[in-house]
């Protein structure tokens, strides 16, 4: 890999969405890259700023096209903010020209193509593709992460969801047939399109549940579950909007397998994710608000054992365009080039 004055060379493709926009605000502060393509396949030709004004005098380059080997020639590594379907036919091309990437869409983190087939309703990409892709949840798979050249970055929901059960399940504290996840998300996470779904006067002062039993994330979910406990595990996840712009909170709940206390499962998240600077485990009865993480990379998580119904109330909050996306995306770049994971992200949320 190329590193002109000590940089790394960063294509943005799909930067004029909200995950590429994001991609660009957080980049822009990297000491270690230098954005040298924003591509658009709709807009290519016009300065970027002219559809985002808030860029205006920090990103002054036009807009370039979709054409792979010209990426190649002046970048190391490409960003694929793209939606899924787009990206299982983009990303070959990006790796078959030399491309480092890492894929923010949904498209190359199921293993099993017929699954993805069922849920996303998109033919799958080809099977080495999808096994060649490293799911990058940097706190739980980081080691897999460093020195390789494909990222596939996880689902907004399924990095708070995850975060927030994977070192109960591991340690055998909850029972793995029980879990719930009552999963709430401001309206950014559904891209920047419009809709009659995100349209103002429909989610103003609303509050709505949409693909019950049904969300693409439920495979991702329980296919990593599945791996990190070693049995097969199916979840209830129920995706609701709130009118808020950014923002995911997860409500997890579970059956506990022993008596343990919530400073137990305090005490034994704050182990699991020691030095891991981006989660944040909450003391007794402070719970994690979306407006605390908001803006940030952040994901804080926060536990109540109740002991009448032997259960855990375990809630987990991310921003889903950082955390949930564009942070998570550079935390994944970070390690893949062997850097410290918090290079450029370690920025305090925006608080009001
Ligand atoms: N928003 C969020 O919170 C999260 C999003 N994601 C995933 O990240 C990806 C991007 O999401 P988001 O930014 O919200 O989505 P948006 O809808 O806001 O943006 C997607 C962008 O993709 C570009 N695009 C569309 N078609 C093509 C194409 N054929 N070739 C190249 N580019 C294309 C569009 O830009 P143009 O027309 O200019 O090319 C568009 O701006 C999606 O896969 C999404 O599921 C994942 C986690 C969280
Ligand atoms: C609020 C909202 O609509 N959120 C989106 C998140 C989709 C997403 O990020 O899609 P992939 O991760 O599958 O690419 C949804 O629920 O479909």
Known sequence: MTETNNKVRVAIIGSTGYGGVELIRLLQAHPRVEITSVISSSTAG????????????????????????????VADLVFAATPSGVSTKLVPELLDAGLK????????RL???????????????????????????????????RDVDFISNPGCYPTATLLGLIPALSAGWIDASSLIIDAKSGVSGAGRGTSLMTHYAEINENFKAYKVNKHQHIPEI????????????????????????????????????????????IELYRQYFKG???????????????????GSNYCDIGFAVDARTNRVT???????????????????????????????LTFTPIYP
């Open 46 to 73: 016009v300065p970027i700023s002219d559809g985002f004004p808030h860029l205006t005098n920090i990103i002054t380059r036009n807009l370039d096209g979709v054409h792979p080997a010209e990426i190649a020639e």
């Open 101 to 108: 990437v890492v894929d923010l869409s949904g498209d190359f």
């Open 111 to 145: 293993k099993d193509g017929a699954v993805y087939e069922q849920w996303y309703k998109h033919p799958a990409p080809k099977a080495e593709l999808l096994e060649k892709a490293v799911y990058g949840l940097c706190e739980v798979f980081g080691e897999e992460v």
């Open 222 to 265: 329980e296919q990593v579950l599945t791996q990190v406990s070693g049995e097969p595990i199916t979840v209830t996840f129920t995706t609701q909007l709130v009118p808020m712009t950014r923002g995911i909170m997860t409500t997890m709940y579970a059956t506990l397998n022993g008596a343990y206390t919530t400073e137990d499962f």
């Open 276 to 294: 891991r600077q981006f989660v944040r485990i909450r003391d007794l009865d402070v719970w994690p608000a979306t407006k605390e993480v908001s």
């Open 314 to 344: 375990i809630i987990s909050v991310i921003d889903n365009v950082v955390k949930g996306a564009a942070g998570q995306a550079i935390q994944n770049l970070n390690l893949m080039m062997g850097w410290e994971e918090s290079l450029g």
